[in-house]
Structures are given as structure tokens and as C-alpha cells.
Nanobody, 125 residues
Framework: VQLQASGGGLVQAGGSLRLSCAAS????????MGWFRRAQGKEREFVAG????????DRADSVKGRFTISRDYAKNMLFLQMNSLKPEDTAVYYC???????????????????WGQGTEVTVSS
């Protein structure tokens, strides 16, 4: 599967952005999906994940209550709604996919097989 992330940009603290990830192919429903981010000088870290059926999600503690992950099966799209953005959310955001069993939410870099190219989010104070 090929992934194309978009929706990044510059936003003031407290603002919102919605990231999108378009997935190619006709097996979108077989993939658990996730969002990761890499801030400058730091390792890539888990942000949010969703099971292949969409019934289960998980988020990093740092984004709980602010970010929501969702997916649209008709459009083969993954989304990350980011509200109440903070300067520490500044990073390049990546979407990822892995075909896996139903109900699984994958939360580590090593668990994912496919990656998008990244979209940059900058939050100004």
C-alpha cells in the first residue's frame, strides 16, 4: 500500500489542524493505521493508532483529549484531527499502515510496514 500524508502547516498555539492520509489499493480495511511524529532532534514517536475495523483506537498520553484519529473506508483515508495545538506538537507527522488481525492497534515504529512521506506541522507560540 502507498500512503500520502497532507494537511500540515503553520498554526498558532490553541489552533486546530486536520491531517489526512490517502491510501492506495483496495485492501484498506485490512490495515491497522497510525500516526507518528518526529520533532527536530528527537526520535519518531507514536501519536495515535486505529484498528483495521476502526472500533479500537489508542493515543499517546501527550495528545489525549486533544487529538482524534479516524478513518473513512469509502475514501481510503486516515485522519488526525488536532485541536488545542501546542508548540511542543511541532514536528513532521507520518502516517503508517500494517496488515494485521482485527482489533489490533499498533503503537510502535517497528510494528508498521508502510509509511507515508510526512507532513510538517509548526505551532507558533
Amino acid at each position: 500500500v502507498q500512503l500520502q500524508a497532507s494537511g500540515g502547516g503553520l498554526v498558532q498555539a490553541g489552533g486546530s489542524l486536520r491531517l489526512s492520509c490517502a491510501a492506495s489499493g483496495d485492501t484498506f480495511g485490512l490495515y491497522a493505521m497510525g500516526w507518528f511524529r518526529r520533532a527536530q532532534g528527537k526520535e519518531r514517536e507514536f501519536v495515535a493508532g486505529i484498528s483495521r475495523g476502526g472500533s479500537r483506537t489508542d493515543r499517546a498520553d501527550s495528545v489525549k483529549g486533544r487529538f482524534t484519529i479516524s478513518r473513512d473506508y469509502a475514501k481510503n483515508m486516515l485522519f488526525l484531527q488536532m485541536n488545542s495545538l501546542k508548540p511542543e506538537d511541532t514536528a513532521v507527522y507520518y502516517c503508517a499502515a500494517r496488515d494485521t488481525v482485527a482489533g489490533a492497534v499498533l503503537t510502535t515504529v517497528d510494528q508498521y510496514a508502510y509509511w507515508g512521506q510526512g507532513t510538517e506541522v509548526t505551532v507558533s507560540s
